[in-house]
């Protein structure tokens, strides 16, 4: 690029008042911003000293520091988030086991997939089961919508429904206990 040319972006974009101005055109690339200086003082000293600057200190700057903060901090943040973690997880495993102990006098239908479980094929018709309801192997207990798609959940044993573990429109996860059937 001429010196004249440079010259002519400089002066347009002081008075547009432009605070930044990137150009490139074949193997030549510009890049300008303005500070609270002048916009040639920022030209001039960025270009030259940023990448010996950014190569030199950075590996210096880097390694002692980050040895010291990375095992400080991994090892403070990792017991912290282990037990919270380890807590999480105990309150469901102590609520999972209330199902199970009525699906040891029965065998659960668990959701084959994550979405929303439906009682019926539409809010005006009558649920498909009910508590105390027989069913045969086969028969479908519920619909469960996965994206915009609806699945029948059937019944995979023959029995009594003994209990209806979720309530219509709620949504449900994969391996969920939804009926009881003994």
Known sequence: ?????????????????????????????LA???GPQAVSAPLAAPQLPAPQ??????PLAAAPLAQPQVPATPADVTPAASPAVSEA????????????APASAGTPV?????GTFYA????????????GDTV???QVLCIIEAMKLMNEIEAE??????????????????GQTLFVIE
């Not at 002066?11 to 490139?24: G, I």
């Not at 600057?53 to 950075?58: I, R, V």
């Not at 019926?120 to 508590?131: C, R």
């Open 120 to 131: 019926s094929s539409s809010p005006d018709a009558a649920p498909y089961v009910k508590v």
């Open 89 to 100: 997880p105990a309150s469901p495993s102590t609520e999972a086991p209330a199902p199970s």
């Open 110 to 114: 668990k959701a084959p997939i994550v």
């Open 53 to 58: 600057a950014y190569a030199a200190p950075a």
């Open 32 to 34: 300008l911003k303005r």
């Open 1 to 29: 690029m001429h010196p004249d040319d440079l010259k002519k972006i400089l002066d347009a974009l002081s008075a547009a008042d432009v605070r930044e101005f990137a150009l490139k055109t074949g193997s030549f690339d």
């Open 157 to 174: 044993t023959g029995g009594v429904v003994r209990q209806i573990l979720v309530k219509n429109a709620e949504p449900v996860e994969y």
């Open 136 to 138: 045969a192997a086969g």
